[in-house]
């Protein structure tokens, strides 16, 4: 699969994301407290698209931090 910095989708899930970008997971964490819970702990298998719905994240600014994590 395309390791691309702009691969980062919607359809994407928490493990995904997590394996190929280790350095999102300081991103999770930080969503973890509006979550109100560990996303990777709950939602490892859910898309990202489904962990914003899950958690009343917006979606795009979720993406967007993931994605600025992975630039140097």
């Known amino acids: ?3 691309e910095i702009g691969s980062i989708h919607p359809e994407m899930t ?3 994301v ?3 970008f280790r350095q999102t997971e300081g991103v999770f964490k930080k969503y973890d407290v509006q979550a109100g819970e560990c996303i990777c702990c709950q939602s490892l298998f859910d898309s990202l ?3 914003a719905e899950k958690y009343n994240l917006d ?5 967007s931090d993931l ?3 992975t630039q140097p």
């Open 49 to 51: 698209k489904e962990v």
């Open 67 to 69: 994605k600025a994590a």
């Open 18 to 20: 997590v394996s190929r």
């Open 14 to 16: 928490v493990l995904d």
């Open 59 to 63: 979606l795009n600014r979720f993406l």
């Open 1 to 3: 699969m395309d390791r």
